[in-house]
C-alpha cells in the first residue's frame, strides 16, 4: 500500500516519472508473487538483487555454475509478472556478484572475470531489461 501511495503522487506530480522497485534480495521469495498482484498496476519497473552466494562460499566449478544461474532467475519472476499483471514491466536485475559482500578474493582475479562474463551472457539470455553488477573497484572487489 505504501508503494502504491507513493507511486499515485509521484505520477500526479510528473506523469511520465518510472516507478519502481522494490528491489528483493532474491526474486523467488513469496511476498513477491502478493506485492506484484497488489502493486504490478501502478508500477513501470520491478527490480530484484541475487548473487552467487555468501563470501568464500563454492569452489570454482560451483562458483561459476552459479553465475549461469542468474538468467533463469529472471525468466521466473518474468513469469510471475505476467500473471500479475497485462502491463508492460520493465525487469532489472540491479545487483548481482559472486558473493553479497566482501571482501572476497574469487572477485579480484580471473574468477571474478569469468564470473562476470558467465553471468552477464545467462542475463543476457533471459528476459531482464537490464542489469547492474554490484561493486567492480571498491577495494574489495575488481
Known amino acids: 500500500n505504501v508503494v502504491l501511495k507513493a507511486a ?8 511520465s516519472v518510472k516507478v519502481g522497485g522494490p ?63 497485462s502491463r508492460p514491466l520493465e525487469l532489472f536485475h540491479d545487483e548481482w556478484n559472486i558473493a553479497w559482500s566482501g571482501p572476497d578474493d574469487r572477485m579480484t582475479g580471473l574468477l571474478g572475470a569469468a564470473f562476470d562474463a558467465l553471468g552477464l551472457a545467462s542475463i543476457a539470455q533471459s528476459e531482464a531489461d537490464g542489469a547492474a553488477v554490484w561493486n567492480e573497484s571498491d577495494g574489495w572487489y575488481g
Open 23 to 85: 528491489a528483493w534480495k532474491q526474486p523467488w521469495v513469496a511476498s513477491a508473487s502478493d506485492f506484484l498482484r497488489t502493486a504490478a498496476g501502478q508500477l513501470d519497473f520491478i527490480s530484484f538483487h541475487l548473487y552467487g552466494g555468501a563470501p568464500g562460499d563454492g569452489d570454482v566449478a560451483t562458483t561459476l555454475r552459479r553465475a549461469t544461474n542468474l538468467g533463469p532467475a529472471s525468466d521466473d519472476l518474468r513469469r510471475r509478472m505476467k500473471e500479475a499483471t
Open 8 to 15: 499515485a503522487a509521484m505520477k500526479k506530480v510528473d506523469p
